[in-house]
């Protein structure tokens, strides 16, 4: 009796771990038409992940033995993965700094800089705010700027009502923090502390959304996917309310808060087919994936021209 | 009746205690059922938010940016292969620190020290295991973020669980019959293992299963030294990176929009439906040996 | 370990006998005994170093909590870090005061002990005292799976059920909220306060009860009045481990409760708890080296220290102010 209980143990723990690599072989080797296999690891900003998770979903669709990692450490952290060679890509909501292309180019790693599309970044406010339709540059650096006064609406504008503004803003190490705070404080990372701060984007619109008195900034992406349930706040920059939208970004008249976004791709990555066929997937379907995940994208043209200089980066490399 | 302390008291005074009893009783009662009644409403709540989305689709897709088709294969894969490493690294090891505390360790301090160790860390929250994870797993054996990172940590989390059932387990196995092997000549090993692990795994398996079945609801651990941001694969190798049920299910409830809400839930009914099964598996494994002994 | 295994997953109990009477009866050989010795030691060695291995985690526990908090603390001093009202060290003008986070922490852990405690409490008074043997067999498994649900569950619950109707009644309370993480975590420990009171309920001997009842108590004053007292020492215990779980909670508190260092006692506002910071650090993978990154290491030191406390001092009690009945 003690014998069959023992030996039944056993069986259901060797059971549970063949059904582990069970699960793991469910894609096998062969299962792809294309024939594409290998890894692809992707990490930095977290305003581009939608792009590269866009991306890296169809992709894999369109070859699933391949395997495309998209994580969102922030632009800097990613920079750092890229430049020690751990990542293929690096994405960026800001170009390289001098001194982190100084890093990559000291062990090594050569690269091409994309430019997938453009992100404006967006205030945001609570669609119940029914005074709140625009902000001069002046008034969101007085909101803020480090150790700012300001804590209830009134303290903004006279009219405005004595309610208490609650905050939402992108975490610290999040390219969309450095955007903002360079642009409207003048130095990047200078800020008032006492926000919501996150990481995730999500965290933010549920925040804003949930509170009447809410302000918040971060990527136009975010905004268009909550249309809904957020109120989009124009911005002066000296030249009268502008709103963000596609048209606005990218002619620049959405000033000062629009901005490229980038992939850095690795001359030495690109010798894997995997590699080459990704960053030629993205750039290929790039008109179609980048608005559907809020952006806004380059011409045709424009893309066509930077599959052009991956080919001439790859042809050096190999 | 003549020993009541309170003998002067009136007949009304006696009703009153009475009553207080009773309405006593009642209280606890609802107390106990304020716990099963919260059990109830997350279920419901749960059910009633999710149930609709749980599908074949749902799991056999990878996770996606639109909700309608969005699933849980790479979750569910990860979350499998977490527990079968986790089992296979855990329970030699947590069931050999078992068998030496209880047959072999002799009473000295070293001793003592080991099992108060192993008390208190069942009590060290388990976000700090995932800080252990991540500075020697993940960056100084350089392991990375990989499965294998996952299932060390979780592993060495669930250890001190595992431990304290096993060591109950060989406890109530009976002195007499380690007796009547010694004096057959048996060896302690040989006592150990053809007389005392036969009768104490049913009690190590539930004990081992309850304890998998936490390492497979646990999120925080692996928020460290696991995958954030996008997988659209099952795990082939120790290496791989890899997603489980309830990062997924942490994903899909940080963001706003309702449909991802619906696939929470969603992701949530089927890792309960997992969790049941285990939980259940250990109930029928200790029905059986309490009704042997 | 890896010897450890084969032992288990085959079982040769029927062989049990001709083994053990070969070596006593068998021709004896020396070599072979020496070899059977040799044997025994190893395994009790492989044995001893499993069970070793858990003062290793300890030992790796301490040492990487300590080895990159001492970093932190050559830069930030200890006086500044427990006194300091702001956190804010991922800014450009850091603050490294840890009490924002710890109030965040005692919030949720407040509120948590103030719903756990009391229905814990008297839950395992009910179980102990009440219920029949039917009615517990069908409660308790209830409990388990309560004390067994993921804490990202709770999480979800909180955000999605509590967190609104909390906003139904007051309106102003913020979408993350300390409120809604409190509940979730009160209930999440409602099992543990319950079945180590009961336990402790239960080890109250019989013989008390009817000695009580035999003066005429009724049963409520037996249950409050001589087993609650008789069995004191566990159920203290029992809510000093219940709240060092609450303090130690991560995931519920996470999705619930925010993400902003928020000295304050206003359990209606956002707030951001020591496992909770960890968390949002964590996830935006800080480099390491730099002294965010070392933050993590001194709220992770804290945290540990704090729960460790709490689970030596519930021992200690127990040990303490055990009634001894035997």
Same mark, same amino acid.
């Given at each position: 009796?003690?014998?069959?209980?023992?030996?039944?143990?056993?069986?259901?723990?060797?059971?549970?771990?063949?059904?582990?690599?069970?699960?793991?072989?469910?894609?096998?080797?062969?299962?792809?038409?294309?024939?594409?296999?290998?890894?692809?690891?992707?990490?930095?900003?977290?305003?581009?992940?939608?792009?590269?998770?866009?991306?890296?979903?169809?992709?894999?669709?369109?070859?699933?033995?391949?395997?495309?990692?998209?994580?969102?450490?922030?632009?800097?952290? %990613?920079?750092?993965?890229?430049?020690?060679?751990?990542?293929?890509?690096?994405?960026?909501?800001?170009?390289?700094?001098?001194?982190?292309?100084?890093?990559? +180019?000291?062990?090594?790693?050569?690269?091409?800089?994309?430019?997938?599309?453009?992100?404006?970044?967006?205030?945001?406010?609570?669609?119940?705010?029914?005074?709140?339709?625009?902000?001069?540059?002046?008034?969101?650096?007085?909101?803020?700027?480090?150790?700012?006064?300001?804590?209830?609406?009134?303290?903004?504008?006279?009219?405005?009502?004595?309610?208490?503004?609650?905050?939402? %803003?992108?975490?610290?190490?999040?390219?969309?923090?450095?955007?903002?705070?360079?642009?409207?404080?003048?130095?990047? %990372?200078?800020?008032?502390?006492?926000?919501?701060?996150?990481?995730?984007?999500?965290?933010?619109?549920?925040?804003?959304?949930?509170?009447?008195?809410?302000?918040?900034?971060?990527?136009?992406?975010?905004?268009?996917?909550?249309?809904?349930?957020?109120?989009?706040?124009?911005?002066?920059? %000296?030249?009268?309310?502008?709103?963000?939208?596609?048209?606005?970004?990218?002619?620049?008249?959405?000033? $000062?808060?629009?901005?490229?976004?980038?992939?850095?791709?690795? +001359?030495?990555?690109?010798?894997?087919?995997?590699?080459?066929?990704?960053?030629?997937?993205?750039?290929?379907?790039?008109?179609?994936?980048? $608005?559907?995940?809020?952006?806004?994208?380059?011409?045709?043209?424009?893309?066509?021209?930077?599959?052009?200089?991956?080919?001439?980066?790859?042809?050096?490399?190999? | 009746?003549?020993?009541?302390?309170?003998?002067?008291?009136?007949?009304?005074?006696?009703?009153?205690?009475?009553?207080?009893?009773?309405?006593?009783?009642?209280?606890?009662?609802?107390?106990?059922?304020?716990?099963?009644?919260?059990?109830?409403?997350?279920?419901?709540?749960?059910?009633?938010?999710?149930?609709?989305?749980?599908?074949?689709?749902?799991?056999?897709?990878?996770?996606?940016?639109?909700?309608?088709?969005a699933g849980i294969k790479a979750a569910l894969a990860g979350s499998i292969w977490i527990l079968g490493l986790t089992a296979l690294v855990a329970f030699p090891l947590s069931v050999a620190a078992a068998i030496y505390l209880e047959e072999y360790a002799p009473k000295n301090w070293f001793t003592r020290l080991i099992q108060l160790n192993i008390a208190n860390l069942a009590g060290v929250p388990s976000i700090v295991y995932?800080?252990?994870?991540?500075?020697?797993?993940?960056?100084?054996?350089?392991?990375?973020?990989?499965?294998?990172?996952?299932?060390?940590?979780?592993?060495?989390?669930?250890?001190?669980?595992?431990?304290?059932?096993?060591?109950?387990?060989?406890?109530?196995?009976?002195?007499?019959?380690?007796?009547?092997?010694?004096?057959?000549?048996?060896?302690?090993?040989?006592?150990?293992?053809?007389?005392?692990?036969?009768?104490?795994?049913?009690?190590?398996?539930?004990?081992?299963?309850?304890?998998?079945?936490?390492?497979?609801?646990?999120?925080?651990?692996?928020?460290?030294?696991?995958?954030?941001?996008?997988?659209?694969?099952?795990?082939?190798?120790?290496?791989?990176?890899?997603?489980?049920?309830?990062?997924?299910?942490?994903?899909?409830?940080?963001?706003?929009?309702?449909?991802?809400?619906?696939?929470?839930?969603?992701?949530?009914?089927?890792?309960?439906?997992?969790?049941?099964?285990?939980?259940?598996?250990?109930?029928?494994?200790?029905?059986?040996?309490?009704?042997?002994? | 370990?890896?010897?450890?295994?084969?032992?288990?997953?085959?079982?040769?109990a029927g062989n049990t006998t001709t083994a053990g009477s070969a070596s006593i009866a068998g021709p004896a050989a020396l070599a072979s005994r020496r070899n059977r010795d040799f044997k025994e030691r190893l395994i009790g060695a492989v044995l001893f170093v499993c069970a070793a291995v858990s003062t290793l985690v300890t030992v790796g526990i301490v040492g990487v909590l300590l080895g990159e908090s001492l970093l932190f603390f050559r830069e930030v001093s200890v006086v500044d870090f427990l006194t300091d009202t702001r956190w804010t060290p991922l800014f450009q003008d850091p603050h490294f005061g840890i009490l924002p986070l710890a109030s965040g922490s005692f919030l949720v852990a407040a509120g948590a002990a103030l719903i756990a405690i009391p229905v814990g409490l008297l839950t395992a008074i009910?179980?102990?005292?009440?219920?029949?043997?039917?009615?517990?067999?069908?409660? =308790?498994?209830?409990?388990?799976?309560?004390?067994?649900?993921?804490?990202?569950?709770?999480?979800?619950?909180?955000?999605?059920?509590?967190?609104? !109707?909390?906003?139904?009644?007051?309106?102003?309370?913020?979408?993350?909220?300390?409120?809604?993480?409190?509940?979730?975590?009160?209930?999440?420990?409602?099992?543990?306060?319950?079945?180590?009171?009961?336990?402790?309920?239960?080890?109250?001997?019989?013989?008390?009860?009817?000695?009580?009842?035999?003066?005429?108590?009724?049963?409520?004053?037996?249950?409050?009045?001589?087993?609650?007292?008789?069995?004191?020492?566990?159920?203290?215990?029992?809510?000093?481990?219940?709240?060092?779980?609450?303090?130690?909670?991560?995931?519920?508190?996470?999705?619930?409760?925010?993400?902003?260092?928020?000295?304050?006692?206003?359990?209606?506002?956002?707030?951001?708890?020591?496992?909770?910071? !960890?968390?949002?650090?964590? =996830?935006?993978?800080?480099?390491?080296?730099?002294?965010?990154?070392?933050?993590?290491?001194?709220?992770?030191?804290?945290?540990?220290?704090?729960?460790?406390?709490?689970?030596?001092?519930?021992?200690?009690?127990?040990?303490?102010?055990?009634?001894?009945?035997?």
């Amino acid at each position: 009796m003690e014998n069959r209980m023992t030996r039944f143990g056993a069986a259901a723990l060797a059971l549970a771990f063949l059904a582990a690599c069970g699960g793991g072989d469910t894609d096998g080797p062969d299962a792809g038409a294309a024939g594409l296999t290998g890894s692809i690891e992707i990490d930095g900003s977290s305003t581009v992940f939608p792009v590269a998770a866009a991306v890296a979903e169809e992709f894999q669709i369109a070859n699933p033995d391949t395997r495309v990692t998209v994580a969102y450490s922030g632009t800097g952290g %990613g920079f750092q993965r890229f430049c020690a060679g751990e990542t293929d890509m690096s994405n960026a909501s800001r170009p390289i700094r001098d001194s982190e292309a100084q890093a990559c +180019h000291d062990a090594g790693v050569d690269f091409t800089e994309l430019n997938v599309g453009w992100d404006g970044l967006s205030v945001l406010a609570n669609p119940d705010n029914e005074f709140l339709q625009c902000l001069t540059v002046g008034e969101l650096n007085q909101i803020w700027e480090p150790n700012s006064t300001v804590t209830t609406w009134q303290d903004v504008r006279d009219e405005w009502p004595a309610e208490e503004i609650s905050l939402y %803003g992108p975490g610290t190490d999040s390219g969309t923090f450095d955007y903002f705070t360079e642009t409207i404080n003048g130095e990047g %990372g200078a800020s008032r502390a006492d926000y919501q701060a996150s990481e995730d984007d999500n965290i933010l619109v549920q925040g804003i959304a949930g509170d009447t008195y809410s302000l918040g900034y971060f990527g136009y992406a975010y905004y268009a996917e909550n249309s809904d349930i957020l109120k989009l706040v124009a911005v002066d920059g %000296g030249e009268g309310c502008v709103l963000p939208s596609d048209e606005t970004i990218q002619d620049g008249t959405y000033a $000062p808060l629009s901005r490229p976004l980038y992939v850095y791709v690795r +001359h030495s990555a690109l010798e894997r087919p995997a590699v080459r066929a990704y960053v030629e997937f993205m750039l290929g379907n790039a008109t179609e994936i980048v $608005p559907s995940t809020g952006y806004s994208a380059l011409s045709a043209e424009q893309y066509a021209e930077q599959m052009r200089a991956i080919a001439e980066a790859a042809g050096g490399a190999s | 009746m003549t020993t009541e302390p309170m003998g002067r008291a009136p007949a009304a005074f006696h009703r009153r205690r009475h009553l207080k009893g009773a309405a006593f009783a009642v209280f606890a009662l609802l107390a106990t059922l304020v716990g099963v009644v919260a059990l109830g409403i997350l279920l419901v709540d749960v059910t009633m938010d999710g149930l609709s989305a749980v599908d074949w689709d749902f799991i056999t897709a990878f996770a996606s940016r639109l909700p309608e088709r969005a699933g849980i294969k790479a979750a569910l894969a990860g979350s499998i292969w977490i527990l079968g490493l986790t089992a296979l690294v855990a329970f030699p090891l947590s069931v050999a620190a078992a068998i030496y505390l209880e047959e072999y360790a002799p009473k000295n301090w070293f001793t003592r020290l080991i099992q108060l160790n192993i008390a208190n860390l069942a009590g060290v929250p388990s976000i700090v295991y995932g800080i252990l994870g991540l500075t020697v797993f993940v960056r100084a054996m350089g392991l990375e973020r990989s499965i294998i990172s996952g299932a060390l940590t979780l592993s060495i989390l669930i250890l001190p669980v595992i431990v304290m059932a096993a060591q109950e387990a060989i406890r109530a196995v009976p002195n007499s019959i380690r007796e009547a092997a010694y004096g057959l000549g048996a060896t302690r090993w040989q006592v150990v293992r053809h007389q005392v692990l036969p009768m104490a795994m049913p009690g190590i398996l539930t004990g081992t299963i309850l304890a998998l079945s936490r390492a497979v609801g646990e999120t925080a651990p692996l928020i460290m030294v696991g995958a954030v941001g996008f997988i659209a694969f099952t795990p082939s190798g120790l290496g791989d990176r890899f997603t489980v049920l309830p990062l997924q299910i942490y994903d899909w409830i940080s963001r706003p929009q309702d449909e991802f809400h619906a696939l929470a839930a969603a992701g949530i009914i089927v890792l309960l439906a997992l969790l049941l099964t285990m939980n259940a598996a250990a109930i029928i494994l200790r029905n059986r040996y309490q009704k042997r002994l | 370990m890896a010897q450890a295994d084969p032992s288990l997953s085959q079982s040769r109990a029927g062989n049990t006998t001709t083994a053990g009477s070969a070596s006593i009866a068998g021709p004896a050989a020396l070599a072979s005994r020496r070899n059977r010795d040799f044997k025994e030691r190893l395994i009790g060695a492989v044995l001893f170093v499993c069970a070793a291995v858990s003062t290793l985690v300890t030992v790796g526990i301490v040492g990487v909590l300590l080895g990159e908090s001492l970093l932190f603390f050559r830069e930030v001093s200890v006086v500044d870090f427990l006194t300091d009202t702001r956190w804010t060290p991922l800014f450009q003008d850091p603050h490294f005061g840890i009490l924002p986070l710890a109030s965040g922490s005692f919030l949720v852990a407040a509120g948590a002990a103030l719903i756990a405690i009391p229905v814990g409490l008297l839950t395992a008074i009910f179980l102990s005292e009440y219920a029949g043997p039917r009615l517990r067999g069908a409660l =308790k498994p209830l409990l388990e799976i309560l004390a067994g649900i993921p804490t990202v569950v709770y999480g979800y619950f909180a955000l999605t059920f509590i967190t609104p !109707i909390l906003r139904y009644f007051v309106p102003s309370t913020d979408v993350f909220n300390a409120a809604a993480g409190a509940i979730v975590v009160g209930i999440m420990i409602i099992p543990t306060v319950a079945s180590l009171s009961e336990d402790a309920l239960r080890a109250v001997p019989e013989a008390l009860r009817q000695g009580a009842y035999g003066l005429g108590a009724t049963k409520m004053e037996v249950a409050t009045r001589v087993v609650v007292p008789g069995a004191l020492s566990g159920i203290v215990a029992s809510f000093i481990l219940g709240i060092s779980r609450a303090i130690g909670e991560t995931m519920a508190v996470t999705i619930a409760s925010g993400n902003m260092a928020n000295l304050t006692l206003n359990p209606l506002e956002s707030i951001q708890t020591m496992t909770s910071y !960890i968390v949002q650090v964590s =996830k935006g993978d800080t480099p390491h080296g730099t002294i965010e990154y070392q933050t993590l290491f001194a709220v992770g030191l804290t945290l540990f220290v704090i729960t460790l406390l709490m689970n030596v001092l519930s021992q200690w009690v127990l040990a303490r102010f055990r009634e001894e009945y035997e």
